[in-house]
């Protein structure tokens, strides 16, 4: 970018603010093309109509081929802020301008400008009720066509994959595409609910069975009746309630806790776990005699990072409905974010990478979704590409630790929020925390 060429007073009228006499002077920066920038001086600050700023900004556009602009202001706001987003403008500055400030403003203009805008790919999808099925790549092919032939039937179902994978989505699917789609679907995450109240929550208990029990309670199993119960992380269960649950999957009825009636209960069983349950049958941790009750038919759910080209299909979907959700129009993303987004672990998968297009979305300024919107967390992966070995390649596991090892830093240790930035439950990322030794 060259050195600044003219300061001329604006050609449009200024407005004078509370009677005194002021003008509005417009600093063009001259640049190469699509790099060019201006630097409007007290953006609004004049513009008692609410207009000026509008005119502006337009006017600039139309003279200089749509730069990206940055606003100084005396009082920088929130609502300046807002309403300089919504105008396009990159940064807001306070005056007096400090070198540094706007160096590093110029450096951020710089960056986008050099990023090439890549159209968003059109997106087949299948909706299933509030989410859908995103992906052409051979893995998840394999899962469509073996999903649709589970579906049909009534069997039990179990459905293993990593945190984040879409379990619940594929298991939506089953229910939706099968003979009780008229039914309810009715999801308990096992790993969420303390022990000691996972009972009760899911054959309901009568009243006085314990101590709090004040009036009798249905259980998820009574509120599927006709439907699908979809258990999430079933290996978090306790053997004594696996016991339980195999007793009704096998004779289709339950008892309420602290009851003595049999209550008979059809309902369609799907079960998720991102465990290895063959490993924890040899660890006494799960009842062979109910994995084999509940995995007559499995289906396997690949990693994102397994899954090729599906991730620019899921990042473009996403984009579209974030886009709609928050009111913005956004038709391509930069190929540098794409590259971030490539190189990136996906310890989270699917969840993570909805969360981070969900971020960009609401940061987004313009109809490009650019490195600049994305999080520290991917945008750092920069530089720690440049980790690598010699003219060698990290293995996954160790991109994986690496990356939560960075994300455990950036929360200063605090598992919740870093499980949450990962996009995986905390019962998850401490399991991998032992397994990687951090």
């Known amino acids: 970018m060259t050195r600044p060429i003219?300061?001329?007073?604006?050609?449009?009228?200024?407005?004078?603010?509370?009677?005194?006499?002021?003008?509005?002077?417009?600093?063009?920066?001259?640049?190469?093309?699509?790099?060019?920038?201006?630097?409007l001086q007290s953006l609004r600050q004049w513009a008692d109509d609410g207009r000026l700023d509008v005119d502006v900004a337009d006017a600039?556009?139309?003279?200089?081929?749509?730069?990206?602009?940055?606003?100084?202001?005396?009082?920088?706001?929130?609502?300046?802020?807002?309403?300089?987003?919504?105008?396009?403008?990159?940064?807001?500055?306070?005056?007096?301008?400090r070198r540094d400030d706007l160096m590093r403003a110029l450096e951020r203009l710089r960056s986008a400008?050099?990023?090439?805008?890549?159209?968003?790919?059109?997106?087949?999808?299948?909706?299933?009720?509030p989410y859908a099925l995103v992906g052409q790549s051979p893995a998840m092919l394999d899962v469509y066509k073996l999903l649709a032939r589970v579906a049909a039937s009534t069997a039990t179902v179990l459905i293993q994959g990593e945190s984040g994978t879409g379990k619940e989505v594929v298991a939506r699917a089953v229910h939706l595409h099968g003979p009780k789609a008229s039914g309810a679907f009715v999801a308990v995450n096992c790993a969420a609910i303390p022990e000691n109240l996972l009972e009760s929550e899911l054959f309901g208990h009568e009243k006085g069975a314990f101590t709090g029990a004040v009036t009798r309670k249905v259980g998820r199993f009574e509120h599927a009746a006709g439907g699908t119960l979809f258990l999430d992380e079933i290996a978090d269960m306790s053997l004594a309630l696996q016991a339980k649950i195999l007793r009704a999957v096998q004779e289709r009825e339950i008892e309420r806790v602290g009851g003595t009636d049999t209550i008979p209960v059809e309902v369609r069983l799907i079960a998720a776990t991102n465990r290895d349950l063959k490993e924890a049958i040899k660890q006494g941790r799960f009842r062979e005699d109910l994995f084999y009750r509940l995995a007559v038919v499995t289906i396997r759910l690949p990693k994102l990072a397994e899954r090729g080209d599906d991730l620019l299909l899921l990042t473009a979907f996403f984009i579209r409905q974030f886009a709609e959700r928050y009111g913005?129009?956004?038709?391509?993303?930069?190929?540098?974010?794409?590259?971030?987004?490539?190189?990136?672990?996906?310890?989270?998968?699917?969840?993570?990478?909805?969360?981070?297009?969900e971020r960009g979305v609401i940061v987004a300024s313009d109809d490009t979704l650019r490195a600049e919107h994305l999080p520290d967390e991917i945008r750092g992966e920069e530089t720690a590409l440049t980790d690598r070995p010699q003219g060698g390649l990290l293995a996954l596991a160790e991109v994986e630790a690496r990356y939560i090892a960075r994300v455990l830093a950036h929360t200063n240790g605090q598992i919740g929020a870093a499980a949450e930035i990962l996009g995986i439950h905390r019962n998850t990322l401490t399991r991998k925390m032992k397994e990687y030794g951090l």
């Open 6 to 39: 003219g300061m001329e007073p604006s050609p449009l009228p200024a407005v004078p603010r509370k009677g005194e006499a002021a003008r509005l002077r417009i600093l063009v920066v001259a640049g190469e093309g699509a790099g060019s920038a201006a630097l």
């Open 113 to 129: 400008a050099g990023e090439a805008a890549i159209p968003l790919p059109e997106v087949e999808h299948t909706a299933v009720g």
């Open 60 to 97: 600039l556009r139309a003279a200089t081929g749509g730069p990206r602009l940055i606003a100084a202001a005396q009082t920088p706001s929130m609502g300046l802020a807002l309403r300089a987003e919504k105008l396009g403008v990159l940064d807001v500055l306070a005056l007096p301008l």
């Open 328 to 357: 913005k129009r956004i038709t391509a993303i930069s190929d540098r974010a794409l590259e971030l987004l490539r190189a990136h672990a996906w310890v989270g998968n699917v969840r993570e990478l909805r969360n981070v297009i």
